[in-house]
Each structure stands twice: as C-alpha cells, then as structure tokens.
C-alpha cells in the first residue's frame, strides 16, 4: 500500500506564499514523476507542476510563481506558491507515479487535497 499526506495549505492574502508538501509512504521501490494538480470549485482538475528526474513543467497561469520540487531521500514533493492570486484559490492534490518493485509497472497514487485559499 501507499499513502500520498499533503500538508501546508490554508488562507493566505493576495500576494502572499505557501509552502505545500506532500509525503509518500509504503511500499516503494522508486517514484518516477511527481506532481501537483488543483481543483477548484465548478472546475475540473487541471496540473499544476509536476518534475520528473531533473525536469520541471508548469502550468501557464504560475510559471515565474511557482517552484516544484522533490526530496528523493524523504519520498517528498514541495510546492513553492509566491505571489498568490485569488484565483489559485482550489483543492490542492498530490500525484506520484510509484513502483512497488521492480517486476511490477509504476501505479499512479493520490493524495485526499489540502485546500488553499487565496483572499483579495
């Protein structure tokens, strides 16, 4: 089993930052791609950031404002949200793409969201 936990989210002014992690636990042989997606209200889910070995790929709407970034040691993805906007405000969820061993093919896990509010 494993178990992707977010952590770090919460209200925050406009222009302010953020700081979300999220820790994968469980049966792991490796983890290729990590990411981050969000989900706001009447929206569907769309990516945010994900990395994969030594690259990095961004949504749009928050590059210049957003840094992902992992700790292979620790199993954990961050995301740095500078420069907030209302409209960053949503559901906030973790994805890693994770092999349990090495016979067996990468499995894409969830984490349950952490929400972020983004006040004007």
């Known amino acids: 089993q494993v178990q992707l936990v977010e952590s770090g989210g919460g209200l925050v002014q406009a222009g302010g930052s953020l700081r979300l992690s999220c820790a994968v636990s469980?049966?792991?042989?490796?983890?290729?791609?990590m990411g981050w997606y969000r989900q706001a209200p009447g929206k569907q889910r769309e990516l945010v950031a994900a990395v994969s070995g030594g690259s990095t790929n961004y949504a749009d709407s928050v590059k210049g404002r957003f840094t992902i970034s992992r700790d292979n040691a620790k199993n954990t993805v961050y995301l740095q949200m500078n420069s907030l906007k209302p409209e960053d405000t949503a559901v906030y969820y973790c994805?890693?793409?994770?092999?349990?061993?090495?016979?067996?093919?990468?499995?894409?896990?969830w984490g349950k969201g952490t929400l972020v509010t983004v006040s004007s």
């Open positions: 994805n890693a793409e994770v092999k349990g061993s090495i016979w067996t093919p990468p499995v894409n896990y």
């Open positions: 469980g049966t792991i042989f490796g983890i290729n791609t």
